[in-house]
C-alpha cells in the first residue's frame, strides 16, 4: 500500500472511558468465529479498552492465539487494556460477574446465569452502594478518575454481533434494539450490531496500523524465508473449503500459455495433499506448477501471504476482510448454506464491489459492468459451484490490472470509515455517556 494512501485512513478523536468488555465466542464450525472474536478483542484492546475473552474451543485457542494469557481476577481487577481469556464451560463455573458491556458473538448466547446477573444491574441501577465484589475491586484499585468502575453501577451494554454481509437488511437491522421483555436477562436491552461494506453498518476489522504494516512489509524478504523468490511466476494463494473445485482451476492454469508458471501456497489442510495428489499424475503441468504447503500461519504472516501474491483464494468472513485490506485481485469462496442462501449473499458482496469501484467511464455510463467484472465474475460463480467451471476459457489475467485497481479502490472507501471496532466504541460511548 503505498504511504500515501496511509493518510485516509480514518483516525478515531477524543479519549473513551476504559470499560471492561466480557466478549463471547462460541466455536461452531471452522476458524471464523474465534479468527473474528480475537481480532476483535484485539482491537479493543490497543484502543485502551479491558477485555475478557470467552472461548469454548479451549485447543483451538491456543492453536490460533497462544499468546493470549488467561483472564483471573487481578486481570480484571486491575481493569488496564489488554486481553485475557476465559474457558467457557458449563453453566455452573460461570460465577463472575458481568463487565460494563458484553457482546455476543453471531447470538452464542452468554450463560443464564450470567445473563441474570447483568439484569440483576438493572435493579440496582442509580444505587451508588453495590454489592458486586468485582465493582467493589475496581473502585479501590481506582486505576483512572473516568472509569466505569467509579459509578453507580449500570446494566452492562449488551450486544449480538452479527455475521458479515453485505445484504440490504444488514444497514436496515444494524443497531436496532430487542429489549428483553421475559427470560434471565429480562428488563434488558439487546442490541443487533451488524459489521458491514457500507457507511450505515458497523464497519469491518481493522487494525489502527495496518496501513503502516502494509507499507512496512518487504515482499520479498518474506518469501525467501520461503525458499522463494519474487521471480517471473505468478503466485497464487489458496483458503479453501473442500468443496472447492480445485482441479478444474489447475487444469486451468496449466493449459494456460502465459504466465509460464505459476506457485500455489496453500494454507493448512487438505487442498494441499490434493493439489499435490493432481500434480504427481500429470508430470507436464508439475512443471509450471509448483506447490507450497503452508503451515498454520500467525494472523500476521497470514496477511503476508496475501500480500505477497497476484491472486488470493479466501474463504469464509474473515479472510475476505483481509483480502480486501490486501487490495490484490481475490476470489472469495463464502461459506455454503444449505438452504442456498449463500448465493444471493455473494451476490450482494459482488454488487457492492463493483459499485464501490465505479469510475465514471462509458461502460458504467451505459449501467453494464466493467470488463474485468464481466471477466471475473464466471470464475467467482464457479468456484462456488454455482455455475459450471468455464473450461476452455482462459483464465483473466488480462483483467488483472482492472481488477488489481477495484479491489484497491473498494478498500480506500473502506480506510476512510471507522473501524468495527471503533464503531463499537462509538455505539457503547452513546449508550453510557462518560459521567
Ligand atoms: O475458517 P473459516 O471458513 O470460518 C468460517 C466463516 O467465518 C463463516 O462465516 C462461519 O460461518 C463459519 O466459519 C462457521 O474462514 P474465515 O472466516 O476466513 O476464518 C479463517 C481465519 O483463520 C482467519 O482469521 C484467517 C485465519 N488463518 C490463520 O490465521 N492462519 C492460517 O494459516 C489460516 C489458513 C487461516
Redesign the pocket.
Known sequence: MPAHEADHAYAPTGTLPRWRWDLFCRV??????L??CR?LAQHLATRGQCVRLWVDDAALLHR?APELPAADAAFWRAGAAGVAWVHWQDEGDQALDPGDVVVEAFGCDPPASFVARMAHRVSISGNARTTSTDAMAATAAAPRAHDIGHRAPQAPVWLNLE??SAEDYVARSHRLPSPQASGPGRGLTKWFFYPGFTADTGGLLREHDLPERRAAFDRDAWLQGWGLRATDERRLSL?A?EQAPLEDLLKSLAEETHPAHWRLMV???PMQARAQHWLQARPAAAQRIGITA??????Q??DHLLWACDLNF???????V?ALWAGAPFVWQI?PQHDGAHAAKLQAFWAWLQASALNPNAEHATGQPAHWARTVHPWWQAWNQLTPWPSGAAWPWQSQVPWRQAVSEARNTLLRRPSLAQALLDFVAQQRPPG
Open positions: 461452531v464450525d471452522n476458524y471464523g468465529d479468527g473474528v481480532r490460533m455475521y458479515l483458503f473449503y494454507t493448512q489442510g503452508l503451515p498454520w500461519l500467525s494472523s504472516d497470514f479466501v474463504r469464509g468472513e474473515d479472510s475476505l483481509r461459506y
